[in-house]
């Protein structure tokens, strides 16, 4: 018998929990730590922000869903992995203490940062959790008039987020009658281009924020801010009256201890998602060391790929699954019944397939009701 352990309760651990539970046999024990026992579906977060869904749309019940799958369900903090005794040290939940395995897969995404940018506590919005994007929805059904600024910080992972509030405050705004007394403007801390890995791509979202008037500054790696300000390293400054930014990422700190990360925290893998130089020991979702966007669909196929990988080896097999970075994804153009589809991949030379149009938001919110009805 095999104890495979799986830490961290996202996309990546949970569809690698259960893609295992598919491919091992009964004899087999599988168990997911999670921080929490409320899966939260993170694309979901703008438009909870903006109260198109509720937050019973965004979260579900991982214990149930895990355990209907005949997967040990563990609500703890993960504090310390031990490759060398493989054993993990968990804290501050249903148990304490250290948990063996024999088979690991580490998948506690991404940490905020906020540390990096001075003054981001105090005077930023963000959307990267439900109580979060529930009180940025407070602020922005209060705002009246004035400039709002959305936008990534240098170190910042996550873009789509910062285009889909762009365009749904924009729509609001317009419903509301409001629109003329608003500047809403984006700004990162590169390109466009840089952001989406594509030049067409990027020619296409700036068409569509020229569309709804919203206006784009780019290179501009925000480093401090204060209650209306927000100041870059070289000393420009862009007021505001409402702000929500996406801070700085690093890997996960459980991680460090492990002597497999690079500087910033994210874990070497290889092809197969197995960390470098561990033979037992596979790593997905944000917290892998890939260039480019963290993504959830990244994660779901990492957690695919590993799982599949990881149950080769327990059998005796070679691994089976090879993982292609790819980014696919729909900017969600609130307000206009439209999406901005794009496909590229990352690790290749071809240009992105960039498609615009009614389909794209319709095939976005199936699929995820698909995913809330199948973990429900």
């Known amino acids: 018998m095999a104890k495979v352990l799986i830490l961290g309760g ?17 004899e087999h024990q599988i ?12 694309p979901a977060l703008v438009r909870l922000a903006f109260g198109k869904c509720g937050k019973d749309y965004v979260r579900f019940d991982l214990r149930h869903t895990m355990l209907s799958r005949r997967i040990n369900f563990v ?42 940018i001075s003054g981001f506590y105090e005077h930023a919005h963000h959307l990267l959790n439900v109580d979060k994007a529930i009180q940025f929805g ?18 910042a992972r996550l873009p789509v987020p910062v285009y889909e509030s762009a365009f749904a405050l924009a729509g609001l705004l317009e419903n509301k009658g409001k629109r003329d007394g608003a500047r809403i403007t984006v700004v990162t801390p590169g390109t466009l281009e840089a952001e989406l890995g594509d030049a067409a791509a990027a020619a296409a979202l700036k068409r569509s924020f020229d569309d709804r008037g919203i206006e784009l500054r780019t290179n501009f790696g925000i480093a401090s801010l204060t209650k209306d300000s927000a100041r870059t390293k070289t000393g420009e400054t862009i007021d505001f009256d409402l702000l929500m ?87 969600d153009e609130v307000g206009t019944g439209n999406g901005l589809y794009l496909h590229k991949d990352i690790w290749g030379n071809d240009p992105a397939a960039v498609k615009h149009g009614r389909f794209w938001n319709w095939a976005k919110h199936i699929q995820q009701k698909y995913w809330e009805a199948r973990h429900s």
């Open 10 to 26: 996202g996309f990546g651990g949970v569809v690698a929990a259960e893609r295992l539970a598919a491919l091992l046999s009964d």
């Open 31 to 42: 168990t997911l730590v999670s921080r929490s026992r409320n899966f939260v579906f993170y």
């Open 75 to 116: 609500e703890a903090e993960v504090a310390h992995v031990d490759p060398f005794e493989q054993k993990v040290s968990i804290a501050h939940g249903q148990v304490e203490g250290k948990l063996p395995y024999d088979y690991l897969i580490f998948a506690l995404g991404r940490r905020l940062a906020t540390e990096k």
């Open 138 to 155: 407070k602020a922005v059904a209060e705002f009246e008039a004035g400039r709002v600024v959305l936008g990534q910080c240098p170190g």
């Open 245 to 331: 930014l996406v801070p700085p990422f690093r890997g996960s700190s459980a991680a460090t201890y492990m002597g497999v990360t690079n500087d910033e925290g994210y874990v070497h893998v290889n092809v197969n998602m197995r960390v470098m130089g561990q033979e037992r020991i596979y790593a997905v979702g944000d917290c892998v060391d890939f260039v480019g966007p963290k993504m959830g669909h990244m994660a779901v196929r990492q957690g695919e790929v590993a799982a599949t990988n990881l149950a080769a080896q327990i059998e005796g097999r070679k691994p089976e699954s090879v993982y292609s970075h790819e980014m696919r994804f729909v900017i």
